[in-house]
């Protein structure tokens, strides 16, 4: 009953939160001067098209984008009435994409997946090359292994991801074929899933996971190297030893689960860091995922589609914190039980 | 030693019964940080690289003076010229450091410059010798460097780039921004992180629960819209400098909440530690368990996240740049510097121009193992 | 018969230092018993450590051969040499260990049973529930009256002496050859005690089981063992037969080891009368209940009543004991009693600081009170290692509570500690060490000596002597009885050991179950027990005289369930006999 | 000629889906003489693979396809191309011929009620439209008198000239006067049942009926496959991401001489990939036909990779009258500032100060044209003394201009002083997006520091620099020069004129302009003032050479007043061709307007030589 009140308190917390964030969201995409629509008249008059100008017109009165700017908010969360009566988040409509010209929600369905699978990717890489490299490295502290990966990890960590990104498509694709940017062969596109697809996909991927993947690695690595190394002069270490484990099963048992306490504290930003952090990463490979989509629309301050996406990573955000708080709980039973209160 | 009959084993030694009869250890009048270092000094690498970042520190008010030339001065005939050689013997022959010197073609076949090295005559490098002027340390103005280009020749230890610029000096000149300001950053960030994540993690309750609730809204918080509302908003007399110093700042302001969260949920699960409680009934106060018990345990934690930060910082210009907000020209970094060489010319025809690279990946190696010598010298197992 | 483990010439130091294991030798035959005993820190722990080649990071093996007896006529083995997969496959299954410090041993973020099983999981091809099943045998033996709550429970949710008996557990689980007790009882009460060494030497019947016994009680050596390796320095003094040793001691150290061995005086009583008392601290109605929140948000919660109603208080330069099985709620009393653990409400627990003075409740201090009275009140922890943090120096760690309070300048804090460490017999050269540079009774004795750093008036010493030989605690008892008469110092004592009482104690009282059951000064307690538990206690007490053995088996039952107890004392679940004056300043539990 | 059916369509042929060859062309198909224009006869087939940064960029084929009612020839003459014949009496009355029996490409035949239906439901709807037809129909506000005499004929017709329309129809984005009238009626609540069109809403998830409307009926950005088109490719992908297939307009009115219907190519393949790969994949091959996303930068790489990749790197030289231009904003905020950029002699110093030949070499191998900001040599107004005036490098000259203006007193660091004494610092902000830019002002930077003039330079998001200009609070910015750098005297000289706030010297007289003197400032400075006088002129003017001549006169005052100083212009654009790909010119100007890129080259007649 515990687990369950406490559960439905943090669902609350983070739904107010989420109504906290949202404010903040809506103030600073429209910080920047200037809104999407005047962008686009002064565009096309810039390019002497003022053909497309009744249509910017058209738009600015249907989505409200002449009210004052706690007006448009309220109306996009559906807290007051629009031109067509309430229709914002509250009601379930994401707004309007002026950009692409359609609704928010029908727009960023493919892209969210592809981000889900992209980060996964990198996720999946980070915690595989991580989690037996770092273990090495702190079994085999001061050995080559030990520098070797140290060297190879910062390596990733130094080279900017762009410049990474640009060298081993030039080179990946002249010695090994691999296919430059995207995420799956173009001909495959809009096709259902099928092996092909599935291998094409999965050939894609290799470059962007390994260069999203490796500065996240070597942190990762680094620092679990450090905790464990912290871990391994405990008695509860020699313990174990006594008991005749082999290093490598007694490292993974008893010292990684303390070491990694503040990894799963941090898994709740993993994701959403991911995602905002390989934002520029996915413009340069030209992943379609969330990221440029993101980018994009803040640049021409499409304000409903970056209000949806920035929102979908707050979402993600704090279902994160709150993952990362339960699995804090289910790792450490000390906190668990509930520490003392000061 | 004696065997009795019975088999026994006695021992014939004289036995002691007084303690303390040891000689006074040396180490006791030592303070802690002499201790440190006596343990610190034993970590091989740990030490050079300390020593490396020393004087790589220290040198850089002397970066104009190492420097052959300006970081903004453009040889205009040498555009793209390739690393030189610094040779010592001619012919057999041994006369001092010296280069060839060489022309530029335009190679209107595949569109690249194409240099050519006039072999016979060797042009010796000169000594503390007058150059372009620049201010030593920031204000003395002088003209002196190290060494410079013979007359008539150039002297491109690293190559230059497309406006033919040096990229040795530009590396010495780069150094003095991104080895300090970035750091701003991650001293905000961790002095901030610290702080609040150790009060959360160790006071819990009501105050653990503010300072969540801040930590989520603020992760929750997309940075890059930020940034862009930030370009806008940045007055447009202020130098590249001061803008990305306050970036730098502002990037620490928002960076603490993961290292916050770290911080807190080790210091949940530490603050349960008996001899956390021994403290409290000792009657310490708060901020001397978090300080003095707590955070040492952490310590490994912290050293390894700050040492990683670092690369994040130097390159942090880079991302920034993206959006038109890290630093600019006539300001040199090492970020600018590879902001330039995003082009498959820059790896495949131009590599020089991607050089920049390696003295990132030196430094960063560097405060790596200076941290990890650091974290050994702390370990108290490893006495 | 051919020696199963044989130690020779085994010579370890640290750094360039001198050895501080010097050319020790000694052999263990299979069903034999052979105890370490000597003074602490005299590298009783290394050579143990020795044989499982778990040596801290820092230790030089500089010399010497370890040999273990091949098993079914295989060849023997060369422990210094052989490889580490072959090492690991002897740790736990040929030779197991039970640590020092069993409180740090176990890793706080796994259950108990978890870890206990896990060498099975390793040595033994079982299935799970067998592998359970015979965990929980194992707890049985080791005298858990809960097996199953133990096997669920996290370390931290123990007593000392419970983990002390999961750590036995853990050796004895895998039927090892060897055996390497390192102080196995030295946390446990008398009956548990008795219980455990009874445990050890029934295996050791039935398998022949060899058995290396690190201890500092000459009682349990004159009960166990077969021969015995007396260690000073480093040195072994004299090693032979138990009964030649114990009998007739022909080393100088040996001799002076037997003669400081305390034992429970034959001395009648004296009838003191009744006075008015002068408490400094004084403990009305006092109890706690934890609340154990279950595994999973379904299970229901365990209510444990670690202390109930405990009426007693310490006089002023007096000692009050409390003695009492492992479990009983000592340590949670002494807590409280510091003020560390909020008691439950309706307990108060008065401190009056001047004789006569203004009485405070710890229960509702504010924060310069309590700051006051921390000053005035210190603890020696139960568990050394875990108290003291692992990332100060001595050096800091004494100074610290001065630190705190804000006495003296840097040089006289440092003053006064290489004092407090010499008063505790150790030599100032440790203070610039980290804490787990020490043997364990070094720590113990560091603990006491930060105790005494702020020169209190009011101490809790949580088993302060446990872990000592002999003759060191002899020295400490001496010094805390100086300060105590020197400086009108009172304490709160807490031990298993009923000879050390006895010595040290002016008032006794025996816990069982949360619940004082018997109380009064030790000339009564001890020569007119009315508590059956007393009884059993008392009985159990070993004593260093080989010719006298008690009965492990009889004495391991105790005195059996409080269920079981006759009709004047029992006492089923919460329903207790009332604690009634049966004399002068004597208390027992029963009804009249 | 007898039109052939080619292989692409058969099948659907043979299975009666689609009506034969001859039948879907219009009876009078346009044969282009290819001969004539030196360009082979090719084979029809083959998929042409390219290359977009932007999902929305589909837009482009409709540039690329370059099918207008009149296009510009090679020449930059206005010639009939969807429309079979035109007839012009004097820029007054226009009357339209369209081809008989020309359809749409879903079949429908193409007439003037499309026209109508435009005209009058859409342009005219107030729904639709709220401001009303668009400017370029409005001569003095006024609107045309359109009529529809017949199915194939529509006339325009005003009372005073209207010399930009022709020209706006010939656009790289021109205004489609026309719609697909069958398609969009079932959208357009005047003559849709209401029951299927507020299904049609639930369905769409719109909440008007215009907004549908507006959103199907997308022309230019080409992103609805069912929309007809008359364009010689069609969008053949539904909700693409990142690749999107167009297939031959089965319905094309243009055929070979030899009577095989254009285009040649069958397919085209556009993927969408990240800006910084274009060059990457390039090199490696990937494409048959690129331009946009290359760099003069990539040109060393694309050379390399000619061999392995099997292409040709062409050099095309660009259509902007300046690759980079320095626009001192004459209506900058400060007072003081404002009135010294006004002063003539400032701008000309600084341009004096600018060493051309430098940045040339640096930027562009010495291969663009150094000079200032004035007409490509391409268009009849260029003269050698505009490109050159006030473009040498001159810095002694620059210096003596700026000491005649009185700007004599100096700081420590040699920074001349202004007036009330701040040192001459000159913010230049840029959309950040070129390299180019930022390394021409890195040598700008030092050439003005002779000059006592410290340069910061500013770098902005796009869309953040234009609503800084336009408000007066960007000092100088950085952009391109006139997109048309080769107007003729048919070009509406409204970007030469202080008539728009995009050109960035002169952002509020533009807006004062534009909004017909509601916002912005009225023109004050002689020399636009005159440049506005001269526009107006030339709309009243009835003769192409009245016409040339004031185009000619505002070219030179632009040359003389320095209002934007450019840099170079003619910049090599590398345009990578497939070594299978014929009829790709070898030199050409890559140009947005007048040329709409690949548009007058008419990527129609490329074909794959196998
Ligand atoms: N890591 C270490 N560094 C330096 N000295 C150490 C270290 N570990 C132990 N020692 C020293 O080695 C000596 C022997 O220690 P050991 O633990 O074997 O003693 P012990 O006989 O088990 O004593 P006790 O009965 O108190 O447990 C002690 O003097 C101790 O201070
Ligand atoms: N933090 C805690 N949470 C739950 N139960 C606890 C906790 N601390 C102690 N207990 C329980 O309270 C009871 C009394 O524990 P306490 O430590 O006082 O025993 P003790 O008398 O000191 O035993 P020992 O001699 O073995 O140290 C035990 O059953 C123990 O399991
Ligand atoms: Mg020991
Ligand atoms: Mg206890
Ligand atoms: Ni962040």
């Known amino acids: 009953m515990a687990l369950l009140r406490f559960a439905v308190f943090r669902f609350v917390t983070m739904l107010a939160t989420l109504l906290v964030v949202s404010v903040f969201v809506y103030a600073i995409i429209n910080l920047p001067p200037g809104d999407f629509l005047s962008n686009q008249i002064n565009e096309l008059r810039a390019t002497g098209q003022s053909n497309g100008i009744a249509k910017a017109e058209f738009l600015r009165k249907e989505f409200s984008m002449d009210q004052p700017i706690w007006k448009q908010y309220f109306i996009w969360l559906g807290a007051l009435p629009g031109p067509h009566g309430f229709a914002g988040l509250l009601q379930g409509e994401f707004g309007w994409s002026f950009e692409f010209d359609k609704p928010v929600s029908e727009l960023v369905g493919g892209a969210l997946w592809m981000t889900v699978l992209v980060n996964l990717a990198a996720v999946v890489f980070i915690y595989a090359v991580a989690l037996p490299l770092g273990v090495l490295a702190a079994a085999r502290s001061k050995t080559w292994i030990d520098y070797t990966s140290a060297f190879i990890g910062y390596l990733g960590l130094a080279t900017p991801n762009f410049l990474l990104a640009l060298i081993l498509f030039y080179y990946g694709n002249r010695y090994l074929n691999l296919p430059i940017g995207g995420l799956m062969d173009p001909k495959f596109e809009g096709e259902p899933m099928s092996f092909d697809k599935m291998k094409s996909v999965l050939i894609h991927l290799i470059i962007p996971t390994f260069v999203i993947g490796t500065s996240g690695a070597a942190a990762m690595m680094q620092r679990l190297r450090a905790n464990l190394l912290d871990e391994l002069g405990k008695p509860y270490v020699e313990t174990a030893r006594a008991k005749g484990m082999r290093e490598s099963a007694m490292l993974t048992k008893y010292p990684l689960r303390v070491a990694f306490n503040p990894f799963v504290a941090d898994i709740g930003t993993l994701l959403p860091s991911l995602v905002s952090g390989s934002v520029l990463v996915s413009v340069v490979l030209g992943l379609q995922t969330i990221g440029p989509v993101l980018l994009q629309a803040l640049k021409s301050q499409d304000v409903f589609l970056s209000a949806f996406v920035l929102m979908f990573v707050a979402l993600l955000t704090l279902i994160g914190t709150l993952v990362s708080d339960l699995l804090l709980a289910l790792l450490d039973p000390r906190i668990r039980f509930g520490g003392r209160e000061r | 030693m004696t065997i009795l009959p019975d088999g026994r084993y006695v021992d014939d030694a004289p036995y002691e019964t007084d303690t303390g009869a040891e000689a006074r250890n040396a180490e006791l009048d030592m303070s802690n940080s002499r201790l440190l270092w006596l343990r610190f000094k034993q970590h091989k690498l740990g030490l050079i690289s300390a020593l490396f970042l020393l004087v790589s520190y220290l040198s850089l008010p002397f970066a104009g003076f190492i420097s052959p030339y300006t970081p903004n001065e453009r040889l205009e005939d040498y555009l793209y010229a390739p690393p030189q050689l610094v040779r010592l013997f001619h012919d057999g022959e041994f006369v001092g450091p010296y280069v060839y010197g060489t022309t530029a073609e335009m190679d209107l076949e595949s569109f690249s410059w194409k240099y050519i090295q006039d072999r016979e005559t060797p042009m010796k490098l000169k000594f503390f010798c007058e150059g372009s002027e620049y201010k030593l340390s920031g204000f003395i103005p002088t003209k002196t460097h190290l060494f410079c280009a013979p007359e008539g020749a150039t002297v491109f230890l690293l190559g230059s780039d497309r406006l033919g610029r040096d990229v040795f000096s530009r590396i010495l000149y780069g150094a003095q921004l991104s080895l300090t300001v970035g750091l701003v950053g991650i001293t905000v960030s961790f002095v901030i992180g610290i702080i609040l994540g150790s009060i959360a993690g160790y006071f819990g309750g009501f105050l653990d629960w503010i300072i969540n609730r801040v930590i989520e809204i603020l992760r929750s918080l997309p940075e890059l819209p930020l940034w862009l509302a930030l370009s806008a908003a940045v007055p447009s007399h202020w130098g590249p400098v001061a803008v990305f110093f306050i970036i730098s700042i502002i990037l620490g302001i928002l960076d603490w909440p993961g290292l916050a969260r770290a ?91 991607a050089i920049p690279m390696l003295p990132i990946v030196i430094v960063v190696l560097a405060f790596n193992f200076f941290g990890d010598g650091l974290r050994d010298a702390l370990d108290p197992n490893r006495s | 018969m051919t020696a199963l483990l044989t130690v020779e010439n085994l010579t370890i130091g640290f750094g360039g230092g001198a050895p501080v294991v010097d050319d020790v030798s000694f052999s263990v035959n299979p069903g034999e018993t052979l105890a370490l005993v000597g003074e602490s820190g005299s590298g009783k722990t290394l050579s143990c450590r020795s044989a499982l080649r778990i040596l801290p990071a820092a230790a030089q093996m500089r010399s010497g051969k370890i040999t273990l007896a091949g098993k079914d006529g295989k060849p023997d083995i060369d422990l210094m040499s052989v490889s580490e997969r072959k090492m690991c496959a002897i740790r736990g299954e040929r030779i197991s260990m039970i640590f020092q410090e069993p409180m740090r041993s176990l890793s706080p973020l796994h259950r108990i049973g978890n870890q206990v099983s896990e060498v099975l999981r390793l040595h033994k091809k079982i299935s799970k529930s067998e592998r359970k099943k015979r965990v929980l045998a194992m707890f049985e033996r080791v005298g858990f009256k809960d097996p199953l709550r133990v096997y669920d429970s996290y370390p931290f949710e123990l007593s000392g002496g419970m983990r002390q008996r999961a750590m036995i557990a853990m050796a004895m689980v895998g039927r090892p050859d060897i055996l390497i007790a390192d102080e196995p009882t030295t946390a446990l009460d008398v009956t548990t005690q008795a219980q455990v060494l009874g445990l050890i030497k029934d295996l050791q019947a039935e398998y022949g089981m060899a058995v290396v016994l690190v201890t500092h009680d000459l009682g349990v050596v004159a009960n166990m063992a077969d021969s015995v390796v007396v260690m000073n320095r480093g040195r072994v003094m004299e090693a032979g037969q138990a009964p030649l040793i114990l009998n007739d001691p022909k080393h100088g150290y040996t001799r002076d080891l037997m003669a400081a061995a305390p034992e429970i005086p034959e001395t009648i009583p004296e009838q003191k009368s009744e006075t008015e008392r002068d408490y400094i601290l004084e403990m009305r109605d006092v109890s706690k209940t934890y609340v154990l929140k279950g595994g999973s948000a379904w299970k229901p919660k365990t209510v444990i009543n670690a202390v109930r109603g405990v009426n007693f208080g310490v006089e002023r330069g007096k000692t009050l004991a409390v003695v009492g099985e492992s479990g009983s709620g000592k340590t949670t009393t002494a807590q409280m009693a510091l003020g560390a653990e909020v008691a439950d409400a309706g307990s108060s627990i008065l401190f009056r600081s001047e004789p006569g003075g203004e009485a405070v409740n710890l229960q509702d201090l504010d924060k310069a009170g309590r700051l006051a009275f921390q000053r005035k009140a210190q603890m020696v922890f139960q568990d050394p290692y875990s108290t003291l943090n692992p990332r100060m120096r001595v050096k800091e760690a004494l100074t610290e509570p001065m630190e705190i309070h ?56 949580d088993e302060p002597t446990s872990a000592l030989d002999v003759s060191v605690q002899e020295q400490v008892l001496q010094l805390l009885e100086d300060i105590r008469d020197r400086l009108n110092l009172s304490y709160l004592f807490i031990s298993h050991d009923l000879a050390v009482v006895a010595r040290i104690a002016d008032e006794v009282a025996v816990m069982r179950s949360g619940l004082v059951v018997e109380q009064g000064p030790p000339e009564v307690l001890f020569h007119d027990p009315h508590h059956p538990y007393t009884k059993a206690l008392i009985a159990a007490q070993p004593e260093p005289d080989i010719n006298r053995p008690i009965d492990l088996n009889i004495v391991s039952q105790g005195a059996g369930e409080p269920s079981t107890w006759p009709e004047a004392f029992r006492f089923d679940g919460v329903e207790a006999p009332p604690l009634t004056q049966t004399g002068p300043n004597h208390k027992v539990r029963c009804y009249v | 000629v007898e039109p052939i ?50 999902a929305k960029d589909v837009r482009q084929m409709v540039v690329y396809g370059y099918a207008r009612l009149v296009g510009y020839n090679e020449r930059y003459e206005i010639v009939p191309d969807i429309l079979e014949s035109l007839e012009n009496e004097n820029d007054i009355k226009f009357t339209l011929r369209l081809r008989p029996g020309h359809k749409w490409s879903d079949g429908n035949p193409f007439t003037s009620e499309d026209f109508r239906y435009w005209w009058e439901d859409v342009a005219n709807n107030e729904m639709l439209s709220p401001a009303g037809p668009i400017d370029f129909l409005r001569v003095e506000g006024e609107l045309p008198t359109v009529t529809f005499p017949d199915a194939h004929t529509v006339i325009y017709e005003w009372h005073k000239p209207n010399p930009v329309f022709l020209q706006k129809l010939a656009e790289a984005r021109p205004p489609f006067i026309y719609r697909p009238s069958h398609f969009l009626k079932a959208l357009h609540a005047d003559y849709a049942d209401e029951e299927t069109l507020s299904e049609a809403l639930y369905e769409a998830r719109v909440r008007s009926w ?85 760099d003069f930068k990539d040109t060393a790489i694309l050379k390399k990779g000619e061999n392995s990749g099997k292409y040709t790197t062409l050099l095309w030289g660009n259509g902007t009258a300046s690759q ?98 701040r040192p001459m610092w000159i913010v230049v902000e840029t959309a950040g997006e070129r390299q180019e830019v930022e390394n021409a002002l890195q040598i700008i930077i030092d050439n003005w520091k002779d000059l006592g003039i410290k340069l910061l330079m500013r770098p902005l998001e796009r869309d953040i620099l234009r609503n800084r200009v336009y408000s007066g609070e960007t000092m100088a910015a950085v952009w391109f020069g006139w997109d048309n750098g080769i107007p003729h005297s048919y070009t509406s000289p409204d970007f030469v004129a202080p008539w728009q706030q995009e050109f960035f010297a002169w952002p509020k007289w533009g807006q004062y302009h534009q909004t017909s003197g509601d916002a912005g400032e009225p023109p004050d400075l002689a020399a636009a003032v005159r440049l506005n006088d001269l526009a107006h002129e030339w709309s009243q003017a009835y003769s192409t050479v009245d016409r040339a001549v004031i185009w000619q006169e505002m070219i030179d005052i632009h040359a003389e007043n320095v209002f934007a100083i450019g840099l170079l212009n003619n910049a090599p654009q590398p345009v990578v061709v497939s070594n299978r790909l014929r009829n790709v010119p070898e030199k050409a100007i890559w140009a947005w307007s007048p040329g709409a890129h690949f548009g007058v080259y008419r990527v129609d007649e490329f074909f794959f030589d196998e």
């Open chain 4, 324 to 421: 980079i231009a320095i626009y001192p904003n004459l209506n900058y905020n400060d007072d003081l500032w404002r009135e010294t950029m006004r002063d003539v002699r400032f701008r000309r110093a600084l341009s004096l100060g600018i060493n051309r030949k430098i940045i040339n070499k640096g930027l562009y191998f010495g291969l663009a044209k150094q000079g200032g900001m004035t007409v490509l040599p391409v268009s009849p107004f260029y003269r050698e003394k505009n490109s050159q005036a006030w473009a040498d490098y001159d810095i002694e000259q620059a210096n003596a201009l700026l000491d005649d203006m009185g700007l004599t007193e100096r700081d420590k660091e040699g920074t001349r002083l202004l007036p009330d004494g």
């Open chain 3, 406 to 461: 804000g006495v003296g300048s840097n040089e006289e804090r440092l003053d006064r500690a290489t004092e407090m460490l010499r008063w505790v017999g150790l030599s100032e050269n440790m203070l610039t060490r980290f804490p787990h540079a020490f043997s364990g009774g070094q720590r113990q004795r560091l603990s006491i000596a930060r105790a005494l750093m702020l020169g209190p008036t009011f101490l809790v010493c």
């Open chain 4, 210 to 294: 215009a907004a549908l409307h507006n959103r199907s009926d997308n022309m230019y950005k080409f992103d609805n496959p069912d929309l007809p088109t008359l364009q010689p490719w069609m969008l053949a992908t539904k909700d693409g991401k990142s690749r999107f297939l167009f297939v031959r307009n089965p319905y094309y009115h243009r055929v070979d001489p030899n009577g095989v219907q254009l285009p040649y190519i069958d397919v085209v393949e556009m993927q969408v990939v990240a800006p910084g790969l274009v060059a990457a994949k390039a090199n490696a091959g990937e494409v048959d036909l690129q331009a946009r996303g290359l």
């Open chain 4, 5 to 54: 059916e080619g292989d692409f369509w058969l099948q659907e042929v043979n299975a009666g889906n689609l009506p034969p060859v001859s039948e879907r062309m219009p009876s009078i198909p346009l044969v282009p003489d290819l001969k004539l224009r030196g360009r082979e006869l090719g084979t029809p087939g083959g998929t042409l693979r390219t290359m977009v940064t932007r």
């Open chain 2, 263 to 353: 911080v807190r949920s080790k210091f949940l699960s530490l603050r349960e530690e008996e001899f956390v409680r021994a403290a409290e009934m000792m009657g310490a106060k708060p901020s001397r368990v978090i300080g003095k018990h707590l955070l040492p345990n952490f310590l490994s934690h912290l050293i390894a996240s700050a040492t990683l930060s670092i690369p994040a910082m130097i390159l942090g210009e880079t991302a920034l740049s993206f959006l038109g907000l890290g630093l600019r020209a006539p300001a040199v970094s090492w970020g600018v510097m590879l902001n330039d060489a995003q082009n498959l010319a820059s790896i495949e025809i131009y590599w020089w121009t």
